[in-house]
Each structure stands twice: as C-alpha cells, then as structure tokens.
C-alpha cells in the first residue's frame, strides 16, 4: 500500500540550530501539506502545494520557516534558527485531488522535533 | 469562521461496545468535506472516513460509520464493536475553501476501550 514518506522520525537540536524535515508523498498525489502538531491539539497547516507551486502559506512564520517542492514531487521543510516554541510534530500530508473522495489526505508518520 | 468543534476529551468504553464521538462544525460554505482520523501513541494520523457535505447517505467503512445532520451541523463518528486497538485520539476535521483546501481540526477525543 502506498504511503506518505517522511524523515527523520524523531530530531532533537538547540535553539538558533538549523533543522530540515523532507517528505515524500503518494506517487500521483499533486497536492501536498506541512502541518504542524503541538502536544494536546490537532494540526494547524504551515503550508501547501499544487505540484510545485504554493498555494497557501499563509500561517507559515517566513521569518524563520521555509518550504520547497522544487520538481512537484518530494518537499523540505525547514527552519532556521529554530526556537524553543517549535518543538512539536511537523506531520506531511498528500492528497489525489481537491474535492469529492478524492480530496482525502493521507499522512505521513511525522517528525517529532524537540528544540532545548 | 470556520470552526471544528469536539466537546469530549476524553471516552470510556468496553471491548465489543458501540461508541458515538461527537463533532460539530462551523462553516458559511455550501461545499465542504468532512473526516475523521485516528492518531495512535506513535503518531501518524490514520484516515478513517470521508462525509462530502452533498452526500445524502452516510459514509461507512467497516466499522466506522459517521452520523451526518446537517442541519444540526454534526458529524459524529459511531464506531461499532469496539477493540482494544481502538484506543487512541480521534480527529474531526473539515476542508475549508479558502487560499487552499487545507483541513481544519477540533482538538481531538481519546477514546480509552477497557477489556
């Protein structure tokens, strides 16, 4: 069964650090979405794609945070320089379509990030 | 606004039980999709089922069904015959039409499920 690839699982880095989080989505899925997690409540998007375009990254702090999806395939996530409020789970997400059925979102299992 | 809204934190229920998690939701828009997914200890969240807002019957899948009103704006989802690997966090979430098709979520219900 296909699924949403990402790495790594688990990063632990100190603040003003660099981190980068990549993420392989279902192949044929031209949608794809960086959520981010914090401990205790559901995912807020950071960003999305159309193949290698953005289409909303409107909640993504752009001081410090950066997406690409050069070839509308895999993406990067990263952030730079990481701060203590950014420890949490950046969860990848793809999706076939836009609307109907097809609109459906499958994650990856995530990156849990643990800023000291 | 756009608005996910899961009123339990917390449920209890035995093996082979039937459990209902309750969701309402919030929105202006006529079109709009509605999910549930599962989020175990380790992480990943786990697709369970789809309500697309013109749907006229409710969604099923194995033993998840979800309860669509929509005049009420509800979505829960009733999981049958309930099993131990059910215990997790349980999502509600909507696609909202707005930049993008993004999803929304309410802040989740664990659901405990004792032998």
């Known amino acids: 069964e296909a699924e949403v690839a990402q790495s790594p699982r688990y990063k632990i880095t100190e603040k003003s650090q660099a981190v980068a989080f990549w993420c392989d989505p279902i192949?044929?899925?031209?949608?794809l979405y960086w959520y981010r997690q914090i401990l205790g409540q559901g995912p807020e998007l950071l960003v999305q794609?159309?193949?290698?375009?953005?289409?909303?990254d409107s909640q993504l702090p752009k001081d410090r945070f950066s997406a690409e999806r050069l070839k509308g395939v895999d993406s990067t996530l990263k952030i730079q320089p990481a701060e203590l409020g950014d420890s949490a789970m950046y969860l990848c997400?793809?999706?076939?379509?836009?609307?109907?059925?097809?609109?459906?979102?499958?994650f990856g299992p995530g990156t849990r990030l643990l800023v000291l | 606004a756009q608005k996910i809204t899961q009123t339990q934190p917390g449920m209890f229920v035995q093996e082979k039980e039937a459990v209902t998690l309750d969701c309402t939701y919030d929105?202006?828009?006529?079109?709009?999709?509605l999910f549930w997914y599962k989020q175990p200890s380790s992480g990943e969240m786990i697709f369970l089922i789809y309500?697309?807002?013109?749907?006229?019957q409710n969604a099923t899948e194995g033993r998840y069904s979800l309860n669509f009103q929509k005049a009420r704006k509800s979505a829960n989802l009733v999981i049958s015959a309930s099993q131990l690997g059910d215990s997790a966090m349980y999502f509600c979430?909507?696609?909202?039409?707005?930049?993008?098709?993004?999803?929304?979520f309410g802040k989740g219900t664990t659901l405990s499920v004792s032998s």
């Open positions: 997400a793809s999706s076939f379509g836009v609307s109907g059925p097809q609109e459906t979102q499958y």
């Open positions: 192949s044929g899925h031209a949608t």
């Open positions: 794609f159309q193949d290698e375009s953005v289409v909303d």
């Open positions: 929105t202006s828009d006529q079109s709009y999709g």
């Open positions: 309500q697309g807002s013109y749907d006229e």
């Open positions: 979430a909507m696609r909202v039409n707005q930049a993008g098709t993004a999803l929304i």
